[in-house]
């Protein structure tokens, strides 16, 4: 009986080694090409990307022009998001004239940037990799221009982490676009 029982808990341990160790080859690509992005772009922070890479479960086999599909839906959803988020804050509390006025400038800026995405994802199936990276340079302003609405004078901006999150994702995207079009690594 225990040559039977060797023999048949042998392919299911070969099966969970096998599984074990795709799954860490994925990891590892994801850590590769992070690894690569942040080191030819001063913007991408290295940890943000893996982390955020990690979290959509179909970057785990990805190929570099999959995540770029991957890092631009992301964008997508985080400006979607966070347009509701500050829709919620500029009903929902109290702003002084200033805060306010950059609130809703910054509403403008996510709801124009929505579609701007969306192109952006249409060049990027098609391979038009600097149309592309024209909308997705335009989204990353929209983050940097409704940040510096606050900076401006000097007021605490309840938007930082958001739009610090749509630089990142943006410059994760436009990484993978510069890589694609250009060949390089």
Do not use: H
């Amino acid at each position: 009986m225990k040559p039977f029982f060797c023999f048949s808990i042998f392919p299911l341990l070969f099966l969970t080694f096998l599984i074990a160790s795709q799954s860490a080859l994925a990891q590892n690509s994801i850590y590769k090409t992070c690894k690569t992005f942040a080191q030819n772009d001063p913007n991408v922070n290295y940890n943000f990307c893996t982390t955020s890479l990690q979290l959509y479960p179909a970057s785990q086999n990805a190929t570099l022009q999959e995540i770029g599909k991957i890092s631009i839906r992301l964008i997508q959803y985080n400006m979607t998001d966070t347009r509701f988020y500050i829709k919620n804050l500029i009903k929902n509390k109290k702003w002084d004239s200033y805060t306010k006025q950059c609130l809703s400038d910054c509403f403008e800026l996510f709801s124009d940037a929505i579609p701007s995405v969306k192109k952006a994802m249409k060049y990027y199936n098609k391979k038009l990799y600097g149309d592309a990276n024209v909308q997705l340079s335009a989204v990353m302003d929209d983050a940097t221009t409704c940040e510096d609405g606050f900076n401006e004078r000097g007021v605490v901006s309840p938007l930082t982490k958001r739009t610090g999150d749509a630089f990142q994702l943006s410059a994760i995207a436009l990484s993978a676009v510069y890589i694609l079009r250009t060949g390089s690594n």
